[in-house]
């Protein structure tokens, strides 16, 4: 069992920046690739962006260039670096994970929410224009 704890949202004007942080709880952090998700009022939850081992990682082609998913696997946490943020960034972003030892799956796999195993409580971020 993997308990994720998010922190780090906010309200931020656009082009600002804020780091978002993910703390998860058990052993083997290291096996876990995890995932950010955000969901906008109205809209469904989608993916942003994942981090596959310690350096493989895939973005939205909306946040690409922009936002920076890493992990410190001594620390159990990964994040998610948010810079030049636009009003449409805003939404409750939530850290998710899945068990993934082998990480042998398509990057395509990564992109749906439903192959996760474990999910944090969302932190709210706003960007205002």
């Known amino acids: 069992q993997v308990q994720l704890v998010e922190s780090g949202g906010g309200l931020v004007q656009a082009g600002g920046s804020l780091r978002l942080s993910c703390a998860a709880s058990g052993r083997t952090f290291s096996s876990y690739t995890m995932g950010w998700f955000r969901q906008a009022p109205g809209k469904e939850r989608e993916f942003v962006a994942v981090?596959?081992?310690?350096?493989?990682?895939l973005y939205a082609d909306s946040v690409k260039g922009r936002f920076t998913i890493s992990r410190d696997n001594a620390k159990n946490t990964v994040y998610l670096q948010m810079n030049t943020l636009k009003p449409e960034d805003t939404a409750v972003y939530y850290c998710?994970?899945?068990?993934?030892?082998?990480?042998?799956?398509?990057?395509?796999?990564?992109?749906?929410?439903?192959?996760?195993?474990?999910w944090g409580q969302g932190t709210q971020v706003a960007v205002s224009s």
């Open positions: 998710a994970a899945v068990d993934d030892p082998l990480g042998y799956y398509s990057s395509s796999y990564y992109f749906e929410d439903s192959n996760y195993d474990y």
């Open positions: 981090i596959r081992g310690s350096t493989t990682t």
